[in-house]
């Protein structure tokens, strides 16, 4: 257009090739400002929809950092950031649809945060267990506000001994002094305002607590009658330490759910079909245990072709061979007595990694779910695991099972 104004001679108006140019020329300013609206509009609708779904990201952020804590009960308990993002993938593609918002929420949420704690029990001890749910069920409800920090405090550690000294035991014959302590301590949170009082006035109640071997059943006399699960657990740690356990347990059904105590049997299957190149399976064995004559049938029965090698001197090279000829073939490699082969490991991670990258192109979408051309097994000690665990995200412990 510009090109036209300064080329053209004599009276412009006149020029017809000029005035056919600058109504194009306004045309498509007109389209383009048009198309920007539309791009605006189009903008501001999905930062609405993304908005709506800030409760759910929200709340897997603390699913995230509850699972980064159990590092603190053995090292061995890491998990990858990549890991999780899969997991929380695969919960937006497998769980139902919903038109409404509050309800697909409230559904992605209740999926995603079972099957995390169904895919973490696989790598957990049987005695971390219940240590988990607990764990899970306390982070969500921290995350909603629903558990007081000092609450919690008290529940860990019995709360901080005052300066002041505490009344006189009215039930010395059979609450001893320690507990009586901790009971003012306890009196002194706005939860249990007016306990020391009550515990002199219902007496009788709370003996019949101390006294039964299912007092974490029982309710609370008085104005606690209709304390909230975790303040029951509270008294229950003052009454009855030796029901703290089966309590934490109860609190965890009422809170969540009876699945959240009941942990999933071990399932090769199950364990295959979370499984993928970014996420291969690592057996933690401990002594006696061997799973490779699962793993053997599993392969036999999905008809997939498996190597399996005996890590050691020398054998890191074949094992490297191997493990290439299964990226084109799609077969499966297991490497077993990892620990023999220690200086090979970092080498193991760089393959591993270097899968993510030149593998990205071999994901098929099949039935509506994914499937990888290429799953490497790796059997390995837990003695290697800490320093290899950065490069994998996926662990099922061969101890129990």
């Known amino acids: 257009t510009l090109q036209i104004l300064s080329s053209s001679e004599g009276n412009i108006l006149e020029d017809e090739s000029a005035i056919n140019t600058m109504n194009q020329g306004k045309q498509v300013a007109d389209q ?43 090292p061995v308990y890491q998990y990858s950031l990549s890991w ?13 649809r919903s038109a409404e918002l509050a309800e697909r929420l409230h559904v992605l949420d209740t999926h995603f945060t079972f099957s995390l704690y169904r895919n973490i029990c696989r790598s957990l001890l049987e005695k971390d267990k219940l240590m988990f749910s607990f764990l ?23 709360g901080v001994a005052l300066s002041d000294i505490p009344p006189p035991n009215p039930c010395a014959d059979w609450f001893s002094e320690k507990q009586w302590n901790e009971l003012v301590r306890l009196a002194n949170m706005p939860c249990y305002l007016g306990l020391v009082d009550e515990f002199k006035t219902y007496h009788v109640e709370w003996k019949g607590i101390y006294d039964s071997p299912t007092g974490h059943m029982l309710p609370f006399p008085g104005s606690f009658a209709t304390a909230t699960p975790f303040r029951r657990l509270l008294g229950i740690r003052v009454l009855r330490p030796d029901l703290v356990v089966v309590a934490a347990q109860q609190f965890v059904v009422v809170t969540m759910s009876e699945s959240f105590v ?12 979370d499984s993928s190149v970014q996420s291969p399976l690592v057996f933690i064995l401990s002594p006696g245990s061997d799973p490779i004559s699962s793993v053997l049938k599993f392969a036999d029965a999905t008809k997939q072709k498996i190597d399996t090698i005996s890590l050691g001197q020398g054998q890191g090279p074949i094992a490297e061979r191997m493990i290439s000829l299964a990226m084109e073939t799609g077969s499966w ?17 760089r393959i591993t990694e270097g899968i993510k990258v030149r593998k990205g192109d071999l994901l098929y979408m099949l039935g509506g779910q994914l499937f990888w051309k290429d799953t490497i097994y790796i059997l390995i000690t837990l003695g290697l ?13 061969g101890g129990a099972h």
């Not at 409800?141 to 529940?155: K, L, P, T």
């Open 32 to 74: 383009i400002k048009s198309e920007q609206v539309i791009a605006e509009a189009t903008e501001l609708e999905i930062d609405t929809v993304r908005q709506g779904y800030r409760p759910v990201a929200y709340a897997s952020q603390v699913l995230f950092f509850c699972i980064d804590q159990l590092a603190n009960i053995e």
């Open 84 to 96: 999780f993002i899969n997991l929380f993938i695969l919960s937006i593609q497998q769980s139902e």
């Open 136 to 158: 899970l069920t306390v982070s969500i409800m921290q995350g909603r506000n629903e558990i007081d920090a000092a609450e919690w405090y008290f529940f860990l550690t019995g």
């Open 262 to 273: 009941k942990p999933p049997p071990f399932d090769l299957a199950l364990c295959y079909g």
């Open 333 to 349: 490699v297991v490497l077993q007595n990892c620990h023999l082969a220690p200086s090979w490991m970092p080498t193991l991670e």
């Open 385 to 397: 695991l800490q320093g290899w665990l950065k490069g994998t995200s996926f662990i099922c412990w």
